[in-house]
């Protein structure tokens, strides 16, 4: 709070270059507002905005084709047999055997809410349990628990 003699069109310019945000108050308390078209806070760029907004567009409608892409894929070279489930030791010697001869596999996964699902995946290395390798889904790299793979088959190539 501030009390001064000095005329409102001085003291404001200069309180303001010092950092301050001052109110004029008049003496029953309520604010005077000198200009109502002055806002204390800018308006948004309507430009900035709808780019950004376009951009999150793009990256939502690319990341929803990766998705859609890679479960065709998981769809098209499913084996016509049901897969086998297969122990631990058992994916650990599959997803070793695909990393050496850089094969794409078919992964089955259960999550931490106990879902399934089939993961395409191109296996990278295999380290302290886990699998490192590059998802088709998510067209990125990621991790995955070995004890969680249900399933290993290699890729078989897609049915016309």
């Known amino acids: 709070m501030l009390i001064s003699t000095v ?3 001085v003291l404001l310019p200069r309180l303001r270059e ?3 945000a001052p109110v004029v108050e008049a003496p029953d308390g309520t604010v005077r507002v000198a200009r109502r078209d002055l806002l204390r806070a800018r308006r948004p760029r309507s430009a900035r905005t709808r780019g950004a907004a376009s951009a ?3 990256a939502t409608v690319s990341s929803v084709v990766t998705a859609i892409r890679s479960g065709d894929l998981a769809t098209a070279s499913r084996p016509a047999s049901p897969a ?3 122990t631990p030791s058992s994916a650990l010697a599959a997803i070793r055997e695909a990393i050496e001869l850089g094969e794409t596999v078919v992964i089955g996964y259960v999550d931490n809410h106990g879902a399934s699902s089939d993961r395409v995946v191109d296996p990278l290395r295999l ?3 886990q699998l490192m390798a590059h998802d088709h ?3 990125d790299e ?3 628990a070995v004890h969680r793979i249900t399933t290993v088959a290699p890729l078989s190539p897609p049915q016309p």
Do not use: H, K, N, Y
């Open 56 to 58: 999150r567009a793009q």
């Open 7 to 9: 005329p409102v069109d």
């Open 142 to 144: 990621r991790l995955f």
């Open 137 to 139: 889904r998510s067209d």
């Open 84 to 86: 086998i489930a297969t």
């Open 127 to 129: 380290e302290g349990g």
């Open 18 to 20: 010092l950092g301050a």
